[in-house]
């Protein structure tokens, strides 16, 4: 029986290479799938709603697709995602609907609701499986098919409505695991249904604390949080001492950047991180390389629908074919489930790689900074935050960054969360991250030297304040710290209500 099984996860794992290199990651092969996406998704819409009111009868081919086809927001489609969840038939999609996925900007019944039909779950499954033959030839010494894989999601439902079942993708897909990874991946679908957070990571524990680990996947917080528990309850220093041939992380939802340090300081040694751009949307940019250089770089998700609209100049969307390297987009998708032309609202730029097309993750429209026309953008945000982290020599633990009127300047405030009773020195931290802001930003430095903008303001609150956050919040299983604030109000009135505590 050994045997048999060696053979079949060696065939198996020749299976997931070869796969890998039929995968579209060329300009023109993509434009070729974009034809056929196009095409495949039109004809499953014949006979909805929404294939009605977008005159898809009259949109013959990709091109026409992207240029008369409007662009739309949530929003826009929200109105026939609450026909779905009232039990209306053939609205996005004429198959059946048994989950509806939720957004994790917010909690419960007010978060965004996007329906899942069969072909969109598939999608998501067949996404993955594009990701485990990327990573089996980046990583060539781990069968994926055969380690111990630690993958830590949602609970797959929060509630039900209409026979629908409303919860996070990375729960509803916990309960589609194939039997044959299920054996190797943990905690299992019953661990990961237990609503109590301390139950939950207790049985984690004891089902994975036994098993050779190799792969660790889900949001950087959330498996911070769960190393952190396991080496309380082993009384182990480091994580290397458990599982010492765990050696790959696969992220999700947020910059893996601020993260690395402290999680190779709990691991005990450094591992490969490997990103997925992936919403509740969609799974759209797949792993092409791993995160180095503070950089991680994708390839599109060749099964959807794209088009992208520039960030400066013409508004007007343009297809793959007409797109220009290094230039930023808001990139906008296609899905099986009806979303034929949905804005994300995220900023990406491509790059070519030999033949390859590759792109990186810019943004989010309306975030990072901008108080006197200097246009600070979110990765120069983080590399200051990480910058002054290392020049200081301080464990920060998270950042808020918010404007404030200082003096009649407006300025840039930095919230830095350190361990309790930590030592910091308030003035040379905040004279550091002003320098490094200056360093990193030209417009920044120029608004400074000219007065526009005063000089950055730091408070420093205790991190056990930002931990008690996070434990209210984690049961919603895809839970984001929050970074940016555009205003004043809006922190403040944040830290009002979900931070307990004074200022210093």
Not at 393 to 404: A, Q, T
Request: proline share 4%; with cysteine; net charge neutral.
């Amino acid at each position: 029986m050994f045997a048999v099984d060696s053979v079949v996860h060696g065939l198996g794992q020749k299976y997931l290479k070869t796969y890998s290199q039929y995968m579209s990651v060329s300009q023109a092969d993509l434009l070729e799938k974009q034809e056929k996406n196009f095409k495949q998704l039109k004809r499953s819409l014949n006979g909805t709603r929404i294939y009605k009111d977008l005159r898809l009868a009259h949109i013959q081919n990709y091109e026409e697709f992207v240029n008369h086809v409007p662009v739309y927001g949530y929003d826009d489609y929200a109105p026939y995602v609450d026909m779905i969840a009232a039990g209306h038939k053939n609205i996005l999609f004429k198959d059946e609907v048994e989950y509806c996925g939720l957004s994790s900007g917010t909690s419960g019944k007010d978060s965004k609701r996007v329906p899942y039909n069969e072909r969109m779950i598939r999608m998501f499954l067949k996404s993955q499986k594009r990701i485990a033959s990327k990573l089996s030839t980046l990583e060539p010494d781990i069968n994926f098919l055969k380690v111990g894989r630690l993958t830590f999601g949602s609970d797959p439902y929060l509630y039900t409505q209409n026979n629908i079942k409303f919860g996070y993708i990375s729960g509803i897909l916990s309960t589609r695991v194939p039997k044959a990874l299920a054996k190797n991946t943990f905690p299992s679908k019953e661990v990961l249904a237990i609503s109590n957070w301390d139950r939950k990571i207790d049985m984690l524990i004891e089902e994975a604390l036994k098993e050779d680990i190799q792969v660790v996947s889900g949001i950087p917080t959330y498996i911070i949080s769960i190393f952190e528990a396991i080496l309380q309850k082993t009384g182990k220093k480091t994580i290397n001492e458990i599982w010492p041939r765990l050696k790959v992380f696969v992220y999700a939802a947020t910059p893996i950047k601020q993260y690395t340090e402290r999680l190779n300081r709990l691991v005990g040694h450094e591992l490969n991180y490997y990103g997925v751009y992936a919403a509740t949307e969609a799974a759209i940019g797949l792993p092409y390389e791993k995160y180095q250089n503070g950089r991680q770089k994708y390839f599109l998700n060749p099964d959807l629908l794209y088009s992208f609209t520039p960030v400066l100049g013409d508004k007007k969307s343009l297809g793959l074919h007409e797109i220009e390297m290094g230039v930023p987009y808001y990139i906008n998708v296609g899905t099986p489930n009806g979303l034929i032309h949905y804005s994300m609202k995220d900023v990406i730029s491509f790059q070519q790689n030999n033949e390859d097309l590759v792109f990186e993750f810019v943004g989010r429209k309306s975030t990072g900074m901008n108080l006197a026309a200097e246009k600070v953008s979110d990765d120069e945000i983080l590399d200051c935050y990480l910058a002054a982290k290392k020049l200081r020599n301080v464990d920060l633990r998270h950042f808020f960054l918010s404007p404030v009127m200082n003096e009649g300047k407006a300025s840039y405030h930095w919230t830095l969360f350190v361990p309790a009773h930590a030592d910091v020195n308030v003035e040379q931290l905040a004279k550091t991250v002003d320098e490094e802001m200056q360093r990193l930003n030209g417009d920044y430095k120029d608004c400074r030297e000219v007065g526009v903008l005063g000089p950055a303001q730091v408070s420093i609150v205790s991190a056990d304040y930002l931990q008690k956050y996070f434990e209210s919040n984690r049961s919603r299983g895809q839970f984001k710290l929050k970074t940016t604030f555009e205003t004043a109000e809006e922190y403040l009135n944040f830290m009002r209500s979900h931070i307990a505590g004074e200022v210093q």
